[in-house]
């Protein structure tokens, strides 16, 4: 038995359930790093290159939290995960294809990298010789490998489905893998809010600067993009004059048009990282839709390794002062 290492951040927070169950399926034992501290932050700063976006450099550091923990690091190399159609060629940010790459030369003691490349746009059957190779590379056979892969899929499947009824990734695990309890539906909530962004930025509490804890404890229902199916997503694509060429970048445009045509969404809230260049694209780009769809409340927070509570908490609670305002006007 090997222990795997999955770093909590980047693609965690929407594969996770697939992975973790696929290696559990091959008798291998999966550690996952702590939830972000300071520490973790830190770690991650000293070890990445000085030009890279919070998310990579809190990446290091989740890796170098459980470094010594694991014989191996789960860090596959994320190039595609699907065909988007008549809508242009899709990928992931360059840091991601790098990823690996960047890791292992810039930090020191780290047990080898598993980083398969993942490329699902060359066929339909393309992820599962992406996870072929994977039990390949643990001395897996075929016919373990087949198993474990049909396991995972439907694991994925109802981890998706928890999604679709509203519930946020981190609570969607808790419940999957009988770790917590389903959280209440707020009954009568103040208002109805779609926080929008990479996953990766809006389900770390701690580099958002606690934005989701503040917004339910200010009895504020939220929406994702991740609580929407690709069909409802894709729809919007042919809303604007051409998609992006990033995948999450693009699940960020989708939800939030999406969200911007609900009559029940009283405003929208757009997380982005400093120094990421597709997001300041993203930004710019909601901005002139939510005024476009007829002047929806928007607000972007951006984030960086400096960014406190104090100062995102001032912004989101006058942002809600704003849409009650506003509400009670009407």
């Known amino acids: 038995m090997s222990r795997i290492g999955i770093p909590r951040t980047l693609a965690y927070f929407i594969y996770f359930p697939f992975w973790k169950v696929f290696f559990e399926e091959l008798n291998q034992e999966v550690i996952v790093s702590s939830p972000t501290t300071r520490e973790i932050m830190d770690d991650g700063v000293r ?28 860090g596959p190399r994320l190039v595609s995960v699907r065909k988007h159609g008549d809508f242009g060629t899709e990928t992931f940010c360059p840091k991601f294809l790098g990823l690996p790459d960047m890791v292992r030369l810039s930090m020191d003691n780290i047990p080898e990298i598993i980083d398969v490349r993942v490329d699902l746009k060359q066929g339909k059957d393309e992820f599962f010789k992406v996870c072929s190779r994977v039990g390949v590379f643990l001395g897996k056979s075929e016919k373990e490998v ?7 899929l439907k694991v994925q499947k109802r981890f998706k489905k928890l999604l679709y009824q509203n519930i ?5 695990m808790d419940i999957l893998f009988a770790q917590g309890e389903r959280k209440p539906l707020i009954a009568q909530p103040d208002l109805q809010i779609a926080v929008v962004g990479y996953p990766y930025v809006i389900y770390d509490d701690y580099i958002n600067g606690r934005i989701v804890s503040l917004l339910e404890k200010e ?10 199916s690709d069909k409802i997503m894709n ?19 989708y939800g939030a048009l999406h969200y911007m045509q609900q009559k029940n969404i009283d405003g929208i809230i757009h997380i982005t990282a400093f120094a990421c260049g ?37 912004r989101v609670e006058a942002f809600l002062d704003m849409l009650r305002f506003r509400k009670d006007k009407s």
Request: glycine share 4%; hydrophobic share 40%.
């Open 278 to 314: 597709p997001d300041a694209i993203v930004d710019r780009l909601l901005e002139i839709e939510a005024k476009r769809h007829g002047q929806v409340p928007y607000l972007a927070i951006m984030v960086d390794e400096h960014t406190g509570d104090a100062g995102v908490r001032t």
């Open 235 to 253: 729809r919007q694509a042919r809303n604007i004059p051409k998609s992006m060429f990033w995948y999450f970048s693009n699940r960020a445009v």
């Open 168 to 172: 946020m990734p981190p609570d969607a």
């Open 47 to 74: 070890d990445a290159v000085t030009d890279a976006c919070i998310p990579i450099k809190l990446y290091h550091g989740h890796v170098a939290d459980i470094a010594s923990q694991v014989d191996y690091i789960f």
């Open 146 to 152: 087949k198993k474990a892969y049909h396991r995972a």
């Open 219 to 228: 009895n504020v229902k939220i929406y994702t993009q991740d609580m929407l």
